[in-house]
């Protein structure tokens, strides 16, 4: 079920477009969200992103950094980079996760939170 966020969350919902900008600036994947709401403790929503090689990940993290300290949109977490395919950044209310394709099919996200709602950028 695709559909755009609810109106009360219009903070949340201008964080993941300028978030989602600054991933497809830098030509990233197969960009998805995951939106949570109140169903968990842990964030509102994921944001699952695909990069083409190591250098491609790391390309997209910088500009996500970067952007997202520009808007002053507090990280949480992030990781420092490691080439293993997999990158972690936390910005509360919603989580960046930047996978390599086979790191992806590894842990296959999407398909752990089946109960979430997928949205896809342009409907922010």
Not at 35 to 48: A, E, M, R, W
Not at 66 to 86: A, M, N, V, Y
Not at 99 to 121: G, H, I, T, V
Request: one cysteine or more; glycine letters at 2%; a negative charge.
């Amino acid at each position: 079920m695709t559909s755009a966020l609810p109106v009360e969350n219009s903070e949340l919902r201008k964080n993941l477009r300028i978030a989602c900008e600054a991933l497809l600036d830098k030509k990233a994947m197969d960009l998805k969200l995951l939106y949570f709401g109140n169903t968990s403790p842990l964030t509102d929503c994921f944001v699952i992103a695909t990069g083409t090689s190591n250098p491609h990940l790391k390309a997209l993290r910088n500009n996500l950094e970067k952007t997202l300290k520009e808007h002053k949109i507090e990280l949480f977490s992030r990781d420092r980079f490691q080439p293993s395919g997999w990158l972690v950044l936390d910005a509360i209310d919603f989580v960046v996760h930047l996978f390599s394709e086979e790191q992806r099919e590894n842990y296959a996200l999407e398909n752990l939170w089946k109960d979430a709602q997928n949205l896809k950028a342009e409907d922010l």
